[in-house]
């Protein structure tokens, strides 16, 4: 299994940016795939972005494209959600997340290990 803490939420105004990090520990990171998703009060959970166990692919969902970069250090175990243009809709709790599948998963049930989370809030 491996454990994820994510880091760097915060409070930032629309246009800033802000730069998440998911720390992995226990099995090697570089074996996994990496999703960040985000979560409301009352929604599902939804990808955000999702990139492949070496960093040579990624996927982004339509509302972050051209924002946010999704990147992995393996030889640091940390994953990376870089953010910028940041907007109020883009307020919600940050997830990381790992699948041992080879592809990028987009939805929820396929990542088996998750970080707490980290709020991220963007006032307008």
């Known amino acids: 299994q491996v454990q994820l803490v994510e880091s760097g939420g915060g409070l930032v105004q629309a246009g800033g940016s802000l730069r998440l990090s998911c720390a992995a520990s226990?099995?090697?990171?570089?074996?996994?795939?990496m999703g960040w998703f985000r979560q409301v009060p009352g929604k599902e959970r939804e990808i955000v972005a999702g990139?492949?166990?070496?960093?040579?692919?990624?996927v982004y969902v339509d509302s972050v494209k051209g924002r946010f970069t999704i990147s992995r250090d393996n030889a640091k175990n940390t994953g990376y959600l870089q953010m910028n243009s940041l907007k109020p809709e883009d307020t919600a709790t940050y997830f990381c997340?790992?699948?041992?599948?080879?592809?990028?998963?987009?939805?929820?049930?396929?990542?088996?290990?998750w970080g707490q989370g980290t709020q991220v809030t963007v006032s307008s």
């Open positions: 997340a790992a699948s041992g599948l080879l592809r990028i998963p987009t939805t929820s049930k396929e990542y088996t290990n």
């Open positions: 226990g099995r090697p990171f570089s074996m996994y795939t």
């Open positions: 990139i492949s166990a070496n960093g040579g692919s990624a």
